[in-house]
């Protein structure tokens, strides 16, 4: 079956700009998140989605940061007037139960002019 | 929130067993183990998990102390492609005020 994907695999933008990431999970898996990973660091939890509903959203960096999943399944993450220190990896993960056995995508290279 | 730590860096040589360890003094009773594998340009991998004792798959093993205050990753007779990041994640199944927060990870480098 296939794995977690995302797209785009790589997004260039000016400062400014507004962005949307789209994460496609494993089929069947109510559980989603989104991290963040800048050079040399490891991932930065951003939130975490049980099914439609946002259960933790307490890692998004401020209110430019939004994200939905409005049928359960794929999910978009929204950065408006993006910033160059919103350059990073934005990594999305699925898994069936909370915690356990997360599937990450490859993730989206934004970077921010 | 648990937090874990580990060694920077490891080097090993082809065809030894690696052995890396993660810190999670304050380990909640809910909470599992688990590590990921990361190569560059490439999202996080599971390898492995545990809750207690020893857990063994077919690319690693997994021993974690009676008081499971840290844990050891064991992979057996390393080649170069397991030049990765490492990272030990501990979490709960039961979501309330935590998040997965994964480290700075354990960079190994296996050395032909």
């Known amino acids: 079956g296939a794995g977690v994907s995302q797209t785009p695999s790589n997004k260039v933008t000016e400062k400014g700009k507004y962005v949307e990431l789209r994460c496609d999970p494993i089929s069947g898996h109510t559980a989603l998140y989104w991290y963040r990973q800048s050079l040399g660091q490891g991932p930065e939890f951003l939130i975490y989605f049980q099914g439609t509903g946002a259960a933790d959203d307490s890692g998004l960096p401020n209110d430019r940061f939004f994200a939905v999943r409005p049928e359960g399944s794929v999910s978009t993450l929204k950065i408006q007037r993006t910033e160059r220190g919103d350059s990073a990896v934005y990594l999305c993960a699925s898994s069936l139960i909370y915690g356990q056995m997360l599937h990450f995508g490859p993730g989206t290279r934004l970077l921010v002019l | 929130l648990a937090k874990t730590t580990q060694p920077i860096s490891m080097d090993s040589y082809e065809g030894q067993e690696v052995n890396i360890t993660c810190s999670h003094n304050?380990?909640?009773?809910?909470?599992?183990i688990t590590w990921y594998q990361q190569f560059p340009s490439q999202g996080p991998r599971f390898i492995i998990q545990?809750?207690?004792t020893k857990v063994t798959n077919e690319v690693a093993s997994l021993f974690i102390p009676a008081d499971r205050k840290s844990s050891t990753l064991s992979l057996p007779r390393v080649s170069l492609s397991d030049t990765a990041v490492y990272y030990c994640l501990v979490g709960g199944t039961n979501f309330g005020n935590e998040k997965l927060t994964f480290g700075t990870g354990t960079r190994l480098t296996i050395i032909p």
């Open positions: 304050n380990i909640a009773t809910n909470d599992y």
């Open positions: 545990g809750y207690k």
